[in-house]
Nanobody
Framework: QVQLVESGGGLVQPGGSLRLSCAASGFTLAYYSIGWFRQAPGKEREGVSCISSSDGSTYYADSVKGRFTISRDNAKNTVYLQMNSLKPEDTAVYYC??????????????????????WGKGTLVTVSS
């Protein structure tokens, strides 16, 4: 069974932190590039971050650069998104997705509907006072 499961979302005040997890089962996550996406109410899905399977290079959207960090733990077959200094505009459902080596390049181009092989069902992050 091929499956991605996101966890770690919740309610947090502005300035707080959360760590999201993307756990894979049925396949080895280390062989894939992993992207994090988010979709806020009434808005289109956007790419947030990506980590490449080929060289481990990372990408961050300008809106989260310096605040979010993507990483992977191959022993746990899991990818993480550490989110610090959270803002109300970070409120969204966060999804992880797997793809080939091209995935991170696609995200850099602003595309969110091509290049992905598997998606999780999402975890809700709410940043509010």
């Amino acid at each position: 069974q091929v499956q991605l499961v996101e966890s770690g979302g919740g309610l947090v005040q502005p300035g707080g932190s959360l760590r999201l997890s993307c756990a894979a089962s049925g396949f080895t996550l280390a062989y894939y590039s992993i992207g994090w996406f988010r979709q806020a109410p009434g808005k289109e899905r956007e790419g947030v971050s990506c980590i490449s399977s080929s060289d481990g290079s990372t990408y961050y959207a300008d809106s989260v650069k310096g605040r979010f960090t993507i990483s992977r733990d191959n022993a746990k077959n899991t990818v993480y998104l550490q989110m610090n200094s959270l803002k109300p505009e970070d409120t969204a459902v966060y999804y992880c997705a797997t793809g080939g080596e091209v995935l991170c390049r696609v995200i850099r181009l602003g595309l969110t509907k091509v290049g992905m092989d598997y998606w999780g069902k999402g975890t809700l992050v709410t940043v509010s006072s």
